[in-house]
Each structure stands twice: as structure tokens, then as C-alpha cells.
């Protein structure tokens, strides 16, 4: 593992150790640490995963298994992503939050996809990378549009949910607008 690789990741699990301090800081009882525990980790998680998907499209279509930055970003996201799953397990069993299986199917695929994707995502072709990121996005984009809905036990709707949303469709469009120019650019040359 290069020294800025574990660099980062220390970091990153340093931002996790302060998000869980500060939320233990705001209320101690294990039910309210935790709610808030796992909603600023998701929120980390959503702009990594951002972050990444620029770094994606910036290079796009070069060759992601060249692109060290993107790889290790994938990493930290997969990573930071694992840890707040940890937090929203712990949240919905403290909590007793019901699980409703049709919903959970769309988000198991994508924690599978998150996981699995810096070990294979650069030996696939492009067309997959961004089935990749689009899905992700998608259910990103459905989390965050439930939550603005209402339809999240603990999470009053607010302001921020909307930003992410129109976060999330801005950021898509205009990447993909830029990896439709650049492949346009590639095929012309």
C-alpha cells in the first residue's frame, strides 16, 4: 500500500471518528449517537463518492487502471462507505426501524457494487464503469429524495436533502455531457 493511499484512508477514518464523536457529544443515549452517526457518515460518504465520480469523468475515457487518484478514491469511498454501513446497521437496530425488503434490494446492490468496484471496476470495459456510477448515483439520489419526502423515520426534511438532490442530477448531467464530448473528441480523432 503506498504511503498516500494510507494516508488517506487514515484521514478518512479519522473524519469517522470525529462524526462519531461529535454525534456522541450531541446526545449520548446509543439510539440518537448513532441516527446522527450514520446521517453525517452517509453525507461524507455522498460527497467522496462525488469526488470520485469527477475524477472519473475527467480522465474518462483513459484507462482508470492508469489513473492513481481515481483508484485510491474508489478505495477511501468503499472504505468510508463500509464504516457508515456499520453506523445505519447499529441505527436501524437500535431504533427499530422496519426494513421494507423491495427497498433494501436497490441499496443492497449498490453496498455489493460500492465494495467490490476497486477491485474490479478498472478491469472492465467503460460501458460498465459507468452502469457503475449511475447506479450508485440513482440510489443515492432515491435515498435522498425519501428523506426530502418525509419518508425517513428520523430524518425530518430539510434543506440540505435538497441541495443533495439537486446535487446528484446536476453533477450526472454535466458528467455525462463531459464523457459525451470526450468520446466524441476520441471517435473524431
Keep these: 500500500m503506498k504511503r498516500s493511499l494510507k494516508n488517506l484512508l487514515l484521514l478518512g477514518i479519522l473524519a469517522e471518528l470525529v462524526i462519531f464523536s461529535i454525534s456522541y457529544w450531541a446526545d449520548t443515549s446509543p439510539e440518537v449517537t448513532f441516527r446522527y452517526a450514520a446521517r453525517f457518515s452517509g453525507r461524507l460518504s455522498a460527497f467522496t463518492f462525488l469526488f470520485v465520480f469527477y475524477l472519473f469523468a475527467k480522465s474518462f475515457p483513459s484507462s482508470v487502471s492508469q489513473n492513481k487518484s481515481f483508484r485510491n478514491g474508489l478505495i477511501l469511498f468503499a472504505m468510508l462507505h463500509l464504516i457508515h454501513f456499520g453506523f445505519l446497521a447499529t441505527n436501524v437496530y437500535l431504533n427499530e426501524i422496519p426494513l421494507v ?89
Excluded: C
Excluded at 147 to 163: C, I, L, S, T, V
Design 101 to 189: 425488503p423491495t427497498k433494501l434490494a436497490g441499496g443492497a446492490l449498490a453496498y455489493v457494487m460500492i465494495v467490490f468496484a476497486p477491485f474490479v471496476l478498472h478491469k472492465v470495459k467503460p460501458a460498465l464503469q459507468l452502469v457503475y456510477f449511475y447506479y450508485v448515483s440513482i440510489v443515492m439520489f432515491v435515498t435522498y429524495l425519501a428523506r426530502a419526502k418525509g419518508d425517513f423515520q428520523g430524518a425530518e426534511p430539510n434543506w440540505f436533502h435538497y441541495m443533495m438532490l439537486l446535487l446528484f442530477i446536476s453533477s450526472s448531467m454535466l458528467f455525462g455531457f463531459w464523457m459525451i464530448q470526450k468520446n466524441r473528441k476520441v471517435s473524431a480523432d
